[in-house]
């Protein structure tokens, strides 16, 4: 089974500062994907970054990076540059991606990030 | 990135009527297309998968009869809430995949269930 911790309810972060929010797993799988969505109050689910278990490198895009230690099975998203518009709530998720495994994506309970002017 | 719709994108009806959810994949042929739940201020939980042309797996302690989902075709999947009660308000979320593309689920826009 697979499952997801976020430990932050709500963070406060001021404008142009950066932030990070912590995510923990736990699952069996060998290969599995982490994920990161942002979901503003619309509640429309917007993907931000992927990073895949076998892959070495730390996943960025754009101001968004994600702190990946396999070891102690932690996913931490790092927004730099925060903006005002990044104030929603962010869910971290995975999910097995071999073919024939669980392609569901199992949530953590989330972090309501607020950005202040 | 693939677009899914869902229609409507909110919904009120009275306890006892059934209220339909139609998820579309308007760019790609979604092979896999899942259902999610959320309550307010709470995770998205699953609650079925559904491959096109098979019967849905539906995740335990959710109700097949009562949650019917249909994908008849590679771009729409349809949930049916039969008899809904107050406790059924929710935000329903679908999303969809497709064959050999793992790195992403393609998310609609989600409808607001309430049910008075």
């Known amino acids: 089974a697979q499952k997801i911790t976020q430990t932050q309810p709500g963070m406060f972060v001021q404008e142009k500062e950066a932030v990070t929010l912590d995510c923990t797993y736990d699952?069996?799988?060998?290969?599995?994907?982490l994920f990161w969505y942002k979901q503003p109050s619309s509640g429309e689910m917007i993907f931000l970054i992927y990073?895949?278990?076998?892959?070495?490198q730390n996943a960025t895009e754009g101001r968004y990076s994600l702190n990946f230690q396999k070891a102690r099975k932690s996913a931490n998203l790092v927004i730099s540059a925060s903006q005002l518009g990044d104030s929603a709530m962010y869910f971290c998720?995975?999910?097995?991606?071999?073919?024939?495994?669980?392609?569901?994506?199992?949530f953590g309970s989330g972090t309501r990030l607020q950005v202040q002017p | 990135g693939a677009v899914v719709s869902q229609h409507p994108s909110w919904v009120i009806c009275k306890s006892g009527t059934s209220v339909k959810i139609e998820c579309r994949s308007l760019?790609?042929?979604?092979?896999?297309m899942f259902w999610y739940r959320q309550f307010p201020k709470q995770s998205l939980m699953l609650m079925a998968t559904?491959?096109?042309?098979?019967?849905?797996?539906?995740e335990q302690g959710v109700e097949k009869d009562k949650f019917l989902i249909n994908h008849a075709s590679l771009t729409l999947s349809t949930l049916t809430v039969t008899s809904a009660h107050p406790e059924d308000s929710s935000f329903y979320i679908c999303?969809?995949?497709?064959?050999?593309?793992?790195?992403?689920?393609?998310f609609g826009p989600g409808t607001r269930l309430t049910v008075l």
């Open positions: 699952t069996s799988d060998q290969s599995y994907g």
């Open positions: 559904s491959n096109e042309g098979s019967k849905a797996t539906y």
């Open positions: 760019d790609f042929q979604a092979t896999t």
């Open positions: 999303s969809g995949t497709y064959s050999g593309y793992y790195n992403e689920q393609f």
């Open positions: 998720a995975m999910r097995d991606i071999m073919d024939t495994g669980r392609r569901a994506l199992t």
């Open positions: 990073q895949g278990s076998y892959d070495e």
